[in-house]
């Protein structure tokens, strides 16, 4: 007879939450900030508002004792070597560079990092969702990040490769609005794609998801 594992997570709203807070500490404030002060003050004050708040909200999480998502860790080291970039060239088209080919940065560490037994995509997805070590270590789902490595390196290295002909054809604000739609629609759909992937891989493992309910794992026969 076929055993059962039943995993017991937050519930949705709470993995909700939590992502959305990552999602705004780490992007969307920051290119919020840079488009404003853009607007209103002038290039260099955009770049320095962006890095000034990535910054801050790590400190301030080191001061707390708080865990520094992987995420905010990434996006805030790349902030710094492009405001540096940005700062010593005054240009816009280079400032943006640099994220743009980070896109095909991002899709190598995936390709590269898959074959591992704890791909670069389950570390920062575990920012999102803490998953248990009956969840996170079973075989089943290290197959299901390995694989699902491969989809998100096609999909950072599509965005790359669009945001690319943007910033070369666009102005700083239509590249900004159609980039930024553009690159969350992409990634929205990824999201939804790999939660239907992983949804399917566990029931074809035998793993039941309770969501909502305290933290426990226990197998049922």
């Known amino acids: 007879m076929r055993h059962h594992l039943t995993i017991d997570l937050p519930s949705f709203r709470n993995l909700l939450v939590g992502g959305g807070r990552h999602l705004l500490e780490s992007t969307l404030v920051p290119a919020g900030l840079f488009y404003l002060l853009l607007t209103l003050v002038s290039f260099d004050s955009g770049v320095l508002a962006a ?41 816009a088209f280079l400032y943006f560079l640099q994220p743009t080919l980070q896109n095909f940065v991002v899709a190598s560490l995936f390709l590269v990092s898959a074959p591992f037994n704890k791909p670069l995509l389950a570390r920062l997805a575990g920012d999102f969702c803490s998953f248990p070590d009956t969840l996170s270590g079973h075989p089943g789902m290290r197959r299901f990040f390995q694989r699902v490595s491969l989809l998100w390196a096609l999909v950072f290295a599509v965005n790359g490769a669009v945001t690319l002909v943007l910033l070369a054809k666009a102005t700083v604000g239509n590249f900004l609005m159609v980039s930024t739609a553009g690159s969350y629609s992409l990634v929205g759909l990824a999201i939804l794609g ?28």
């Open 51 to 91: 890095l000034c708040w990535s910054v801050t909200v790590v400190l301030t999480r080191l001061v707390l004792r708080k865990p520094v998502p992987a995420v905010l860790l990434l996006t805030t080291a790349l902030l710094v070597a492009r405001t540096v970039l940005g700062l010593v060239t005054g240009s």
């Open 194 to 221: 790999s939660l239907w992937w992983f949804r399917r891989s566990l029931r074809s493992e035998g793993i039941v998801l309770r969501m909502g309910r305290r933290p426990a794992a226990l197998p049922v026969g």
